[in-house]
C-alpha cells in the first residue's frame, strides 16, 4: 500500500485556531459521509431530535442498535437464498 500525503494547515481567526485537512478524495468515503448526513436530516424530521438526545438509557441504545442489525440479518438472508435459488 502507497503512503498518501496528507496536509494539515492550521489558521489562527479571532483567537480560534481553524484546521483544514487536505486529503486524496475517496468517493466512498464521501457517499458514506453524505448517507450520514441525509439520515440524520430525515430522523430529525422524523423523530424531532439529534443524536444528542439523553433520554434514553445505555440500554435502549444498544437495544435500538440489536434490533437494527437484526434487520440487517435478514435483509442479507434473503439475498444469499435469493441468490443460491437461481
Known amino acids: 500500500m502507497s503512503k498518501q500525503k496528507i496536509n494539515l ?13 487536505s486529503i486524496k478524495k475517496d468517493s ?6 453524505k448517507d ?3 439520515r440524520s436530516i430525515k430522523g430529525q424530521n422524523e423523530y424531532a431530535t439529534t ?10 441504545w444498544l437495544t ?11 435483509y ?3 439475498i444469499i437464498t435469493d441468490k443460491l435459488n437461481k
Open 51 to 60: 443524536m444528542d438526545r439523553t433520554d434514553l438509557t445505555e440500554i435502549e
Open 64 to 74: 435500538y442498535l440489536y434490533e437494527e442489525q437484526l434487520d440487517s440479518c435478514v
Open 36 to 38: 450520514i448526513s441525509d
Open 9 to 21: 494547515v492550521a489558521e489562527k481567526v479571532d483567537n480560534e485556531i481553524n484546521y483544514t485537512l
Open 76 to 78: 442479507l438472508k434473503k
Open 28 to 33: 466512498i468515503i464521501e457517499g458514506v459521509i
